[in-house]
C-alpha cells in the first residue's frame, strides 16, 4: 500500500489549492472542499505571503480538524522552511508538505541535456526528509520531480528522476510545463513504470474533470489541483469540483 491510503484510506484523493485572491474568497473556497467532501486542502503563498498562507493554513485547521491540511512555501529553500515550521509550531497542527523540488539533481554531461543525464541525491534531500519525519511523523511529504519551474529534466530521464526522488519524498510529485498546463501521459508512465504500483504519485497541474480519468488510469494516486476547478483566480467552483471528485470516486469504487 502507499502513503496515500495509510493517510487517507483510499487510493485516489484530490487535493484542491487555495489560492489567495482575498479572504472572503479564499474562506468560501475552503468551505467547498470541505462541502464537497474534498480529501484535503493544500495552501500556497500565491497571492500571499509565505506567514499569511500559515495563518490561513492554521486557522482552516482550527475550523475543520478533521480535514486534512497540506502547506507549500514557494521559494523557501529547506532550512528556511523547517525554520518557519518550527516557529509557528506546524509539525504539530499540519498534515502535508509539498515543495516543488525534491531535490533530486540532473547534471547534463558534455554535450547538453541529453540521454547520458546523471541523476543524483544530494544528502541535503535525504537530510530533510529525516528531519521532517523526526519531528511529524505522520506529515506527508510531496516532493516535486521534473516539476515545473524546475531545472528541464529530459524525457529519457524522467523515469530516473521518480525513482530517485521517492527516495527522498513519500509522494513523487510532477506536472506539465507550466501552470494550468497538462502533465504528459507519457511522463506520468514513465515515473510509474519506474517507482513501481506501490509509491505515491501525484500530479499538479492541468488534470480537468475531463481529463482526470486517463491519469487515474496510468496510476496516479494524488491530484493537486486548482487552474481548472476555479473560476478566476482563487474561487473555486463547486460544480468543477464535484465533477472531479465523482470522477476519482467512481474509480476509486471500480478498483477497490
Not at 501521459?185 to 506501490?198: C, H, N
Request: proline share 4%.
Amino acid at each position: 500500500m502507499s502513503k496515500i491510503y495509510d493517510t487517507f484510506g483510499r487510493h485516489h484523493v484530490v487535493l484542491p489549492v487555495i489560492h489567495f485572491r482575498d479572504r472572503r474568497a479564499a474562506w468560501e473556497s475552503i468551505e467547498v472542499c470541505v462541502g464537497e467532501g474534498a480529501d484535503g486542502l493544500f495552501f500556497i503563498n500565491q497571492g500571499i505571503d509565505a506567514v499569511g498562507a500559515i495563518e490561513l493554513a492554521t486557522l482552516a485547521k482550527s475550523h475543520h480538524p478533521r480535514s486534512w491540511v497540506g502547506l507549500n512555501l514557494l521559494d523557501h529553500g529547506r532550512e528556511e522552511t523547517l525554520s518557519l515550521w518550527d516557529r509557528h509550531g506546524l509539525f504539530e497542527r499540519l498534515d502535508g508538505l509539498w515543495r516543488d523540488d525534491a531535490g533530486v539533481v540532473v547534471r547534463s554531461l558534455p554535450g547538453g541535456l541529453d540521454p547520458t543525464a546523471e541523476v543524483t541525491i544530494p544528502l541535503r534531500a535525504m537530510d530533510f526528509l529525516t528531519r521532517l519525519e523526526e519531528r511529524a511523523p505522520r506529515c506527508l511529504y510531496f516532493g516535486g520531480a521534473a516539476f515545473k519551474g524546475q531545472p528541464t529534466v529530459p524525457a529519457s530521464h524522467w523515469g530516473d528522476c521518480a525513482r530517485a526522488a521517492a527516495r527522498v519524498a513519500h509522494v513523487v510529485t510532477t506536472s506539465g510545463d507550466a501552470t494550468g498546463h497538462a502533465t504528459p501521459i507519457e511522463k506520468v508512465r514513465a515515473m510509474r513504470a519506474s517507482i513501481g504500483p506501490s509509491v505515491g504519485l501525484a500530479v499538479a497541474s492541468g488534470s480537468t474533470p475531463e481529463t482526470v480519468a486517463t491519469y487515474l488510469e496510468e496510476g496516479v494516486h494524488a491530484f493537486i489541483v486548482a487552474t481548472h476547478i476555479e473560476e478566476g483566480f482563487g474561487q473555486i467552483r463547486r460544480a468543477r469540483l464535484r465533477a472531479f471528485l465523482d470522477t476519482v470516486r467512481a474509480f476509486e469504487g471500480r478498483t477497490r
